[in-house]
């Protein structure tokens, strides 16, 4: 065993925490006494809601969903859906919705459903049909971040410019302050297009929200990407802006900005909208975009949008997203999660991170949550959140691109990674990744080709979190590069891996499952390939260096992409109700997953005598939403569905003699690497006694 494993910080604590967690919370659901359910930590910490009122299931509900449909009943996104159809088809056609929006080039379109038209019989008809490659609801995206008053003297300004010190911003500047050879498409609520500071730096923009016929005969809308919310323009402020006579300024003298209407003036869009920005930014030859806004769940469709800037050469820069701390719902938001997009979190003037800074594997980089910036109406604003970070390191990325014109944008990311500061905790961490963004440092400090020079042993292998991506170089036959891979959870990691220089006998990956050198794998690799390992929970080892029949070891720039997928659980498989899980209702915890999309995992129980029983299911995640499923023996149906958070679903019903299945799904059809965990419990009730639905 390789023991430099046990010295291993920061991300190691993690597993070990949550599962510290889950003991003390499930310890305290089972010693509460039948029938009833203990309160979840969550209640405990008033976060959760009481026991919804339960529903006798021997009397008929008003419809029943067909268990082949893999989404939730009754959410206001059904009335819209992505169809994207396969390559060589036609454009589908079909009288039973609206097209809102086509995009031929990419075989997708969003279409809206008509009245009356059943979601669930419509779409378990199309998504049979051969011609289509997948059939999506069109998820909501969101922008939050918090405004003081918009009052603000001359007298305040320098104080409310404090995070330019912060970020060395002025040693930046002695070298470079400018960069007018680029495009920053900035996807959000549009920009004021008349402000003084900012309307000499806009190229052409574009607006992209779809409307309905309904919307567009009761609405006036505006064509432009004028921005009537205010975030976009505090967002584009912060990355370049005219100095005024209070000394105010943006990060950047001159720049191009391009506004791209994706958010609505209430700060809602959608996922549809967002993906097709970041599509209109590409084409247009921009060079950096950044991204605001976020929602919790993954997408076939922002995934492909991002992929897309990756292999046109475009750097996509996102923010974490802001929650409330002790929701649940602290992961990094999408698309800041996907692998090729550089993820921003927030920290205070004290470098510490800030609590309704989302955290997680994917971070990258942190810069200051607090700035002063422009607004609407020609007008400025203090602003905090995730939202004002991540233009703090675009306008950074502008300025090493001026700097070191030679780099490509994956060496640009890097290199703001090789010269930030760290903070928070020693090393790479969840909460702030690779460190603060230090400008001066990245405008002085010359660029490598392998920022982790120093990873030549097991002591000094770098951090390389799921779902992130890395970019380093072996310089020679003697070079060794070690990596720590750390898993929340078994499952697999599938590593995309490409050399820039191909190589005729190739490079040897070798793979040490926690450090274990008696389960090493090696695998040779001459150019590029993808493979997919088994990893236990916890940090595993990855070792690159040359195969010993390899001649030509000359440098060989490299890139990985680690993407995570959970372990299949003990019940699996538990897919239908010919394969549903017995349960025996003695409050036993069963710990579940869902690691294929639009997965289903059904549960059976028979009830001996009438009775009483309650079904809990809880995560402590917001990148799974829930739903809980129960199918009583005559056939009838109840959805527990309920607004979140707390992210649980809980039910009490009155049983007879007979089979009831529990079936547990995500509210999108989403594969979620995160556990979720069901308790049934049941008592059989004494003749004439009610249950207890408090």
Not at 237 to 263: D, F, Q, T
Request: charged residues 25%; hydrophobic residues 35%; negative net charge.
């Amino acid at each position: 065993m390789i023991h430099w494993l046990k010295t291993y910080k920061g991300a190691v604590v993690f597993g070990a925490v949550a599962c510290l967690a889950l003991f003390t919370l499930f310890y305290s659901v089972l010693t509460e006494p039948a029938p009833r359910l203990a309160e979840s930590s969550l209640e405990q910490d008033g976060q959760g809601g009481a026991a919804q009122e339960g529903q006798d299931l021997d009397q008929p509900l008003e419809e029943t969903a067909s268990p082949d449909f893999p989404f939730t009943e009754g959410f206001e996104e059904y009335e819209e859906w992505m169809i994207k159809w396969k390559k060589g088809f036609p454009r589908p056609e079909e009288e039973e919705f609206e097209v809102l929006d086509v995009d031929d080039k990419r075989q997708i379109m969003l279409v809206r459903l008509h009245k009356g038209v059943d979601p669930m019989t419509w779409y378990k008809r199309w998504a049979g049909r051969t011609d289509i490659e997948y059939i999506r609801p069109n998820q909501r995206v969101e922008i939050k971040s918090w405004h003081d008053s918009k009052s603000v003297t001359p007298e305040q300004v320098e104080a409310l410019q404090a995070y330019l010190q912060q970020i060395n911003a002025e040693a930046a500047w002695e070298v470079a302050d400018r960069n007018d050879e680029i495009t920053i498409a900035i996807l959000d609520t549009g920009i004021d297009l008349t402000h003084p500071l900012l309307k000499d730096f806009l190229v052409e923009g574009i607006h992209l929200i779809t409307y309905t016929e309904e919307e567009q005969e009761r609405l006036d809308i505006d064509p432009t990407p004028q921005d009537y919310n205010g975030h976009g323009t505090q967002v584009a402020g912060v990355i370049v802006a005219a100095e005024n006579e209070w000394g105010y300024r943006g990060l950047l003298r001159s720049a191009n900005l391009m506004p791209v209407k994706v958010m609505r003036d209430d700060g809602s869009g959608s996922e549809f909208d967002v993906a097709r920005g970041i599509y209109h930014a590409v084409d247009h030859q921009a060079d950096i975009i950044v991204l605001s806004v976020g929602f919790p769940f993954n997408s076939e469709w922002m995934r492909e949008a991002v992929e897309y800037a990756e292999e046109h050469g475009v750097l996509v820069i996102a923010a974490t997203g802001n929650s409330e701390e002790g929701t649940g719902a602290m992961q990094v938001s999408y698309p800041a999660a996907y692998p090729s997009v550089l993820a921003v979190g927030a920290v205070n003037e004290r470098d510490e991170y800030e609590r309704y800074s989302n955290f997680g594997p994917e971070v990258d980089l942190v810069a200051p949550g607090t700035v002063f910036t422009t607004d609407t109406g020609g007008g400025f604003t203090k602003v905090q959140g995730t939202s004002m970070a991540a233009p703090q390191v675009a306008a950074l990325a502008a300025l090493v691109m001026h700097q070191y014109p030679e780099l490509t944008p994956v060496e640009v990311r890097n290199h703001m990674i090789y010269t930030a500061e760290d903070v928070y905790q020693e090393g790479w961490d969840m909460y702030t990744g690779h460190g603060r963004i230090d400008m001066g440092a990245a405008l002085s400090t010359p660029p490598v080709k392998d920022i982790y020079a120093a990873n030549h042993s097991p002591e000094q292998a770098a951090p390389f979190p799921i779902e992130t991506m890395v970019y380093s170089e072996l310089r020679d036959k003697e070079d060794r590069d070690y990596f720590i891979v750390e898993t929340p959870y078994r499952g697999t990691i599938e590593l995309d891996i490409y050399f820039h220089v191909g190589k005729y006998n190739g490079i040897d990956l070798t793979f040490y499952p926690n450090g274990d050198e008696n389960l090493a794998q090696t695998f040779t690799i001459q150019k590029e390939e993808v493979l997919v390992l088994e990893v236990p929970q916890g940090a595993s080892l990855i070792r690159l260096s040359y195969n010993d029949k390899e001649r030509r070891t000359t440098p060989v720039p490299y890139q990985i992409t680690n993407s995570f997928n959970i372990y299949k659980d003990n019940q699996h498989p538990n897919h239908s109700p010919e394969e549903a899980y017995p349960l025996q209702g003695d409050g036993k915890v069963i710990v579940g997953t869902l690691h294929e999309e639009q997965l289903q995992d059904w549960f059976v129980f028979e009830a001996p005598a009438p009775g009483q029983l309650e079904v809990l299911v809880t995560v402590h995640t917001s990148r799974l939403d829930p739903v809980l499923r129960i199918y009583t023996p005559e056939g009838h149906e109840h959805i527990e569905d309920n607004d979140d958070p707390p992210w649980e679903e809980r039910y009490v019903t009155k049983v007879r003699p007979g089979r009831y299945y529990i079936v547990v799904e995500d509210y999108y059809g989403n594969q979620v690497n995160e556990e979720y965990y069901l308790i049934a419990t049941y008592s059989p009730l004494e003749e004439g006694t009610e249950p207890d639905t408090r």
